[in-house]
């Protein structure tokens, strides 16, 4: 009976962890041109748990209120020279250092 005891609570605190840190967001920039970025990183232990592919996530206001949602983001590198690789036709990187989001090749400036 202990067992089941020291399950039950493990299943509602690993539960409790990934409803409260498994999503966070690392950057919320408004950039040239007019939109509006958000990206979130998965806490690792849900990505180890379930074998995810990504680690996180990009969402994109534009100014005229439409969204885009890039569920495929992984990142590299640590603090200020972390990278947020995007997997999309459009989009390629968000690049943390100087807070640049990258259509393809071209770099557009957040703030």
Not at 22 to 27: K, R, Y
Not at 87 to 102: L, T
């Amino acid at each position: 009976m202990r067992i089941i005891g020291f399950l039950f609570v493990g299943l509602v605190a690993l539960y409790f962890y990934l409803v409260n840190y498994g999503e966070s967001v690392v950057a919320e920039q408004n950039c040239d041109g007019g939109f509006f970025i958000q990206v979130n990183e998965y806490a690792s232990l849900g990505v180890v748990l379930f074998s995810s592919e990504s680690e996180g996530n990009v969402k994109i206001t534009y100014s005229n209120g439409t969204k885009e949602y890039l569920p495929d983001v992984k990142f590299i590198g640590e603090g200020n020279q972390k990278i947020a690789l995007i997997s999309d036709d459009r989009w390629s990187r968000y690049v943390f250092g100087n807070s640049r989001i990258f259509e393809g090749a071209t770099a557009i400036q957040c703030y």
